[in-house]
């Protein structure tokens, strides 16, 4: 035997109708099957992104050496002679752009 029985079915009814009204027990209906179908179809392309993602993890295409000159590494630069100073970068004044853009 069954555990629902029909007399919680008739009661549940008379609860939804009480709830909802009976206008709006059609459009729920349509919607909450519109949402199982969405979710029914993203749960199955799920399953298959999972098959292709093996076959994309494959290599396509074989790899093939460069043509061309191979070019020296890049050499650092000497040293500065001892007693050497560099210079700092000449400083730019400040300039608000507040009162820049009042001047204009």
């Known amino acids: 035997m069954s555990v629902l029985k029909p007399w919680h079915i008739i009661v549940l009814v008379v609860v939804l109708v009480l709830l909802f009204g009976a206008k ?21 392309g799920l399953v298959d992104d999972d098959n292709n993602v093996a076959e994309k993890a494959e290599p396509q ?16 630069q000497q040293a500065p002679p001892p007693g050497y100073q560099q210079q700092p970068p000449a400083a730019q004044p400040y300039v608000d752009p507040v009162q820049r853009t009042n001047e204009r």
């Not at 027990?25 to 969405?38: T, V």
């Not at 074989?62 to 020296?72: A, D, F, I, W």
Request: a positive charge.
């Open 24 to 44: 709006r027990l059609p459009d729920a209906a349509r919607s909450l099957g519109r949402s199982l179908r969405i979710i029914k179809a993203e749960t199955k």
């Open 61 to 76: 295409h074989s790899r093939t050496p460069l043509q061309g000159e191979v070019q020296q590494p890049y050499q650092q």
